[in-house]
């Protein structure tokens, strides 16, 4: 063998040694119908992609010492071609990014790079719409991720609540969100939020060719179980985004969106009275306020 098919052959051997799979997990799958959520968490010295399908998954070291799991469980197993795929990093001092979703073709990857010396733990999540019977995080009549949307008085969204005590509903007996910067008995008293407000050019917002259009009057409709809508009036027509609350912050409410094949990490600010002051949509560069 001469020294450049030596060299040739080393360094293909290196390439394939350096992306290689090091670990793989079946999901521990707790919990029943609903909305689905998993919650992944695995250890990476450098860069590391993680594949799901179905309740297998595979790491793969890209650079670095090998990236194991550390965890990997599901309220249910991610079906083939899920519904609305969404991905959310939870914690780890570098990076962490979807690199392929798993609406086309069931097959989701996640990619981690942690430039930092050693290795370091990453968590993330990731969820999907379909099924029936408990909330994202399963068990049914549980609350909505982590338990269900009411459960009496003391299902509270994000196992923390939205307020001091009931979950979205509960009878709309103080159990909703507002309780202090709304009227204080939830979305309108019965556990739905209803908003219909704005003025012409109230906004704007980046569409699918890359022209800015603008947004006028804004109609916002959150129910009881969590899902979101959010339809504007522009210059050139109604758009409707759909999505899920996925977590609240003071007077503030997040969400990922999508719209007419565009997608984005919606934040919405709330006022007093049921109302709202601000809409903003990342990716799309949406801007709206009231």
Do not use: H
Not at 13 to 21: D, E, F, N, P, V
Not at 31 to 56: F, L, S
Not at 113 to 133: A, L, V
């Amino acid at each position: 063998m001469t020294k450049l098919s030596l060299f040739l052959f080393t360094l293909a051997l290196t390439s394939a040694w350096s992306q290689r799979i090091t670990d793989r997990r079946t999901a521990d799958i707790r919990g029943g119908g609903g909305d689905g959520k998993c919650t992944i968490e695995v250890e990476v010295d450098d860069v590391a992609e993680v594949e799901i399908i179905g309740r297998n998954a595979t790491i793969r070291t890209l650079n670095g010492g090998p990236a194991t799991f550390r965890r990997f469980v599901c309220n249910q197993e991610m079906p083939l071609r899920p519904n609305d795929f969404r991905f959310k990093g939870i914690d780890g001092r570098g990076r962490q990014d979807l690199v392929r979703g798993a609406d086309n073709g069931g097959r989701a990857i996640i990619r981690i790079e942690d430039s930092k010396g050693g290795s370091e733990g990453y968590t993330f999540d990731i969820f999907w719409r379909g099924g029936g019977g408990g909330g994202f995080n399963g068990g049914g009549g549980g609350r909505y991720d982590n338990g269900g949307n009411n459960n009496g008085g003391g299902g509270r969204y994000d196992n923390g609540g939205s307020n001091n005590g009931g979950g979205w509903n509960n009878g709309g007996n103080r159990g909703g969100w507002n309780n202090g910067w709304g009227d204080g008995g939830g979305w309108n008293n019965n556990g739905e939020f209803n908003f219909s407000g704005g003025r012409r050019g109230s906004g704007s917002y980046r569409d699918r060719n890359g022209d800015t259009r603008r947004l006028d009057q804004a109609r916002v409709v959150v129910r009881n179980g969590g899902s979101l809508t959010v339809e504007f009036q522009t210059d050139s027509g109604r758009i409707v985004f759909g999505g899920a609350v996925e977590r609240r912050q003071g007077r503030r409410i997040y969400s990922r969106v999508r719209a007419s094949g565009m997608t984005g990490e919606l934040e919405m600010e709330m006022g007093s009275q049921n109302t709202v002051n601000r809409i903003t949509i990342r990716d799309i560069d949406l801007n709206w306020s009231n």
